[in-house]
Structures are given as structure tokens and as C-alpha cells.
């Protein structure tokens, strides 16, 4: 199976900064990688999806990059609708995988 | 509105049998994968399976941990996916979610709880 790694697993943030997220697979992976945002009680959302494409609706404030077994997710200017738990998701092959989580909090 | 709806959920005793469904609407449900993806309490995502579309033989595929004992279907006519779980164990508590994914999910439903005691 393939192991997705996230960093850090959690952070504190002011509103405005500028957050990155990490994202390692245990082998290529191609482009295959999804980002998604959970609210507690809530289902997740999709963020990015095929490493860079940001989903229909996704405030551009988001984005993606990375190909192979590194990637980013940026928010570019914090919010604070954005203060969430964010997973990373391989769909490279089976079993899809995700990462640990990595829970953004308010400073 | 692309609107996924799961039910089915509850207390069940460890060992025991349950469905859960997945109603589709917004949609044309035929066209896409569907997928199951669980939360146990506390804890992050983990892929369930899923199904592929009729086009591809509604082949099925599930994560080790509940291949031999969950079983994904599909009733295209009625708009439903389905998980069926079976010698269920306490391990398997957690909210379990219906997605149209494939690649990447887009859609999800609000999840149903399924808790495993005795």
C-alpha cells in the first residue's frame, strides 16, 4: 500500500498568514493527489484535485503542486472559515490512501 | 443539486450484519463510480471501496481491512449504492460516508453512524 505522510499534523495560524501543507507518498504517485477540508461533524470537501486543479467554488486563495511523492497545499491568505483539518488522498491505486490529517488552529 | 444521502446506520452487536444505503439524486447516477469511505471516532479517513460503473462491470474494490466481509452494490435504477457489512467488529465504529469518487471525490454525503457493541 502506499503511505501518505502529512506535515506537520498540526499548526497554529494567524488570519493572513500564508500556510503550506505537506504531502509525501512512500513512491511516485504520479499527479494523482487530491486535497480535502473537514469541519468538525462535517463531511469532507474537496479542495484540489489531480495535484493542481482547484475545485468549482474553491476561493482562490487555495492551491496545489507537486507531482511524483512531494506535494503542497497553500493557502495563500488564511481566513477564518479556514481553520479546519486537511487531508491529502492518493488515487494513484488501491487502496486509496490518506494522509494522517493536518489540523490548522487560531493563534 | 447533486445531493448524496447515506441511512442505515446504528448500533449493531459485534459479529452481526448491516446495510447501509447511499440515495443519489442531481445526477446521473449510472455514469460514476461510487465509493465508501469511513471515520472512526476521533480519527482521520480511511477508503472503504467502491464500484465501478456498469460500462466497467460494476467491479468492486475494498481495502483489505473489510475485503471478505463488506460488500458494495448498486441499484442504478433506484439511484442507490449500497455497502453491506457483515461479521461486523468493534473496529469498524466509526461514521461511514458515500462519495462519487473515483479519481477524486466531489461529492459526499452528510454520513451515517455505524456503532459496533455489545
Known amino acids: 500500500d502506499i503511505q501518505m505522510t502529512q506535515s506537520p499534523s498540526s499548526l497554529s495560524a494567524s488570519v493572513g498568514d500564508r500556510v503550506t501543507i505537506t504531502c509525501r507518498a512512500s513512491?511516485?504517485?504520479?499527479?494523482?493527489l487530491n486535497w480535502y477540508q473537514q469541519k468538525p461533524g462535517k463531511a469532507p470537501k474537496l479542495l484540489i484535485y489531480?495535484?493542481?486543479f482547484v475545485q468549482s467554488g474553491v476561493p482562490s486563495r487555495f492551491s496545489g503542486s507537486g507531482s511524483g511523492t512531494d506535494f503542497t497545499l497553500t493557502i495563500s491568505s488564511l481566513q477564518p472559515e479556514d481553520f479546519a483539518t486537511y487531508y491529502c488522498?492518493?488515487?494513484?491505486?488501491?487502496?486509496?490512501?490518506f494522509g494522517q490529517g493536518t489540523k490548522v488552529e487560531i493563534k | 443539486e447533486v445531493q448524496l444521502v447515506e441511512s442505515g446506520g446504528g448500533l449493531v452487536q459485534p459479529g452481526r450484519s448491516l446495510r447501509l444505503s447511499c440515495t443519489a439524486s442531481?445526477?446521473?447516477?449510472?455514469?460514476?463510480?461510487m465509493s465508501w469511505i469511513r471515520q472512526a471516532p476521533g480519527k482521520g479517513l480511511e477508503w472503504v471501496g467502491f464500484?465501478?460503473?456498469?460500462?466497467?462491470?460494476?467491479?468492486?474494490e475494498y481495502a483489505a481491512s473489510v475485503k471478505g466481509r463488506f460488500t458494495i452494490s448498486r441499484d442504478d435504477s433506484k439511484s442507490i449504492a449500497y455497502l453491506q457489512m457483515n461479521s461486523l467488529k468493534t473496529e469498524d465504529t466509526a461514521v461511514y460516508y458515500c462519495?462519487?469518487?473515483?479519481?477524486?471525490?466531489?461529492?459526499w454525503g452528510q454520513g451515517t453512524l455505524v456503532t459496533v457493541s455489545s
Open positions: 462519495a462519487r469518487a473515483y479519481d477524486y471525490g466531489d461529492y
Open positions: 442531481g445526477f446521473t447516477f449510472g455514469d460514476y463510480v
Open positions: 464500484i465501478k460503473t456498469k460500462p466497467y462491470g460494476g467491479t468492486t
Open positions: 513512491q511516485s504517485i504520479s499527479s494523482s
Open positions: 489531480v495535484a493542481s
Open positions: 488522498q492518493q488515487s494513484y491505486n488501491t487502496p486509496q490512501t
